[in-house]
């Protein structure tokens, strides 16, 4: 079992950072490629970003491509999503999710989740 839990969100003006955490235990986070996903008020949750295991790989969704960047220290068992350039219509629930294997787009094949962290950007 892996247990996930997020850090970091917030209230942020539009154009603003934030860098948003996942810290995992139970078992050893390099075991597993990791994703983030979002969930707007009245939304579905969508896929945010993926990264592998050994962070070879690296995906973004086209929504924030070129202002998110994700990140992994598996020393310390942390995966870290950078936030630039926020918009309002990145509000959203932030979820962190791990699986073995590949990091995918679909978020019914990531194993486990943690609680979210809230993230507001106001205009």
């Known amino acids: 079992q892996v247990q996930l839990v997020e850090s970091g969100g917030g209230l942020v003006q539009a154009g603003g950072s934030l860098r948003v955490s996942c810290v995992a235990s139970g078992r050893t986070l390099s075991d597993y490629a990791m994703g983030w996903f979002r969930q707007a008020p009245g939304r579905e949750r969508e896929f945010v970003g993926g990264i592998s295991r050994s962070t070879a790989s690296i995906y973004y969704s086209d929504s924030v491509k070129g202002r998110f960047t994700i990140s992994r220290d598996n020393a310390k068992n942390r995966v870290y999503l950078q936030m630039n350039s926020l918009k309002p219509e990145d509000t959203a629930v932030y979820y962190c999710?791990?699986?073995?294997?590949?990091?995918?787009?679909?978020?019914?094949?990531?194993?486990?989740w943690g609680q979210g962290t809230q993230v507001i950007v106001s205009s």
């Open positions: 999710a791990a699986r073995r294997g590949s990091a995918v787009t679909t978020q019914t094949l990531y194993d486990y």
